[in-house]
């Protein structure tokens, strides 16, 4: 999903009776070194959880545990990163 020409959404929503049973939310941005990993949301390590990347320090840098049924932790983090996009770039190049 596109939300501007420098700037992606990837999705990934795995259901099983009507029940997200895992996700993965990852923000992409273009800069001057490529497409680089602005923020994800994801439920890898069997714990839903929101992994922050910074360019200076070249990776992650934090990660935040996310408590809640994933159904409702997926839907509100797509909403958080459609709305907040252009927020987490600008932390993102801090």
Same mark, same amino acid.
Request: aromatic share 18%.
């Given at each position: 999903?596109?939300?501007?020409?420098?700037?992606? !959404?990837?999705?990934?929503? @795995?259901?099983? &009776?009507?029940?997200?049973?895992?996700?993965?939310? *990852? #923000?992409?941005?273009?800069?001057?070194?490529?497409?680089?990993?602005?923020?994800?949301?994801?439920?890898?390590?069997?714990?839903?959880?929101?992994? !922050?990347?910074?360019?200076? @320090?070249?990776? &992650?840098?934090?990660?935040?545990?996310?408590?809640? *049924? #994933?159904?409702?932790?997926?839907?509100?983090?797509?909403?958080?990163?459609?709305?907040?996009?252009?927020?987490?770039?600008?932390?993102?190049?801090?």
């Amino acid at each position: 999903m596109s939300l501007t020409k420098e700037d992606k !959404i990837f999705i990934l929503c @795995k259901a099983e &009776k009507g029940k997200v049973v895992e996700f993965t939310i *990852q #923000y992409y941005a273009k800069t001057s070194k490529g497409w680089r990993t602005i923020r994800r949301y994801d439920t890898a390590h069997n714990h839903a959880h929101i992994d !922050i990347y910074s360019f200076k @320090k070249r990776g &992650k840098v934090q990660q935040i545990h996310l408590e809640g *049924q #994933y159904s409702d932790l997926f839907t509100s983090s797509l909403f958080k990163v459609k709305q907040e996009y252009q927020k987490f770039k600008e932390y993102f190049f801090l």
